[in-house]
């Protein structure tokens, strides 16, 4: 054997060996990365998910609301409240007053008089001066749900937390019903 082949098979040798500890560290500085980045797409389409859930039950709400219609105004809020939580539940949300909000306002008349009321406790209705986007005789109805209620955390391992985020759903309706 020439003893120049016998050096450069070791050095060959040699070579493998280092590459799989470059491999090693490669893989150690990459992995993270990348499982944040696959972690993070999934949170942004759990999240998504349930901005749609929430999203669905201020539109039932509001048909609820717009079909029931303005002359029963003491059934009105327990009646969305009803559908949204219904909505909600089915969906696979815990539907406490402590994770749920439902805010009802509408427009009865022009100049403008605001309703509203807020909660799901049944709490009556009360004056929003802040509802002037509202059209006359419509119904708006605004869903805000923990964000932790709708989706998973995925990326608390990380260090990120959802906890104190939330989620809202918007939908305007004109009256309908009676």
Known sequence: ?????A??????????VGRS??????LIV???????????????????????????AAVVGAQQG??????????LLPGVVAAVNQQLSAAGVT????????????RISDPPTYNGSSGGSGVAFQVVPGAAAIPVDSLQITVNVRLSEVTLN???????????????????RSYNGP
């Open 154 to 172: 995925l990326l608390s391992s990380f260090g990120y937390q959802i906890t104190g985020d939330h989620v809202t759903g918007t939908a305007l």
């Open 66 to 75: 717009s079909m029931q219609g303005r002359l029963n105004a003491t059934a």
């Open 95 to 106: 539907t406490s007053s402590a994770n749920v909000q439902v805010i009802v306002q509408e």
């Open 1 to 5: 054997m020439n003893p120049r082949q």
């Open 7 to 16: 050096t450069s098979g070791l050095s060959q040798e040699r070579r493998i």
């Open 30 to 56: 990459v992995a993270p990365v990348f499982l944040i980045s696959i972690f993070s797409i999934i949170q942004l389409g759990l999240s998504l998910s349930g901005a749609v859930t929430v999203h669905q």
């Open 21 to 26: 500890g470059a491999v090693a560290l490669e």
